[in-house]
């Protein structure tokens, strides 16, 4: 059983900045792609960045494009998302997920098969 451990989140300002943290159990982590989402109340959870295997490629959804940033460390285990210039509504609980094997899409919930329990980000204007 994969478990996924997110953290760093926390209560900030507008235009401050943020790095989450997430955690795998399994060694074959670097094995997979990853990606982050976020859900804000009310709202479906949203696709945010994703980030191969390697960490040779990253994507990101538009509204974060140039102010977050996805790596990884296989090392440890551990992906990164560090977010710069954070808005209000950036504010959502963020989950990293590990990608599914074999699927050609990345920004569905349903490419991912193991997620994190989720860290909360608050962005105060």
């Known amino acids: 059983q994969v478990q996924l451990v997110e953290s760093g989140g926390g209560l900030v300002q507008a235009g401050d900045s943020l790095r989450l943290s997430c955690a795998a159990s399994?060694?074959?982590?670097?094995?997979?792609?990853m990606g982050w989402f976020r859900q804000a109340p009310g709202k479906e959870r949203e696709f945010v960045a994703h980030?191969?295997?390697?960490?040779?490629?990253?994507y990101y959804a538009d509204s974060v494009k140039g102010r977050f940033t996805i790596s990884r460390d296989n090392a440890k285990n551990t992906v990164y998302l560090q977010m710069a210039n954070l808005k209000p509504e950036d504010t959502a609980v963020y989950y990293c997920?590990?990608?599914?094997?074999?699927?050609?899409?990345?920004?569905?919930?349903?490419?991912?098969?193991?997620w994190g329990q989720g860290t909360q980000v608050t962005v105060s204007s």
């Open positions: 997920a590990r990608r599914k094997g074999f699927v050609t899409s990345f920004s569905y919930t349903r490419d991912y098969d193991y």
């Open positions: 399994e060694r074959s982590f670097s094995g997979y792609g």
């Open positions: 980030i191969t295997w390697s960490g040779r490629s990253t």
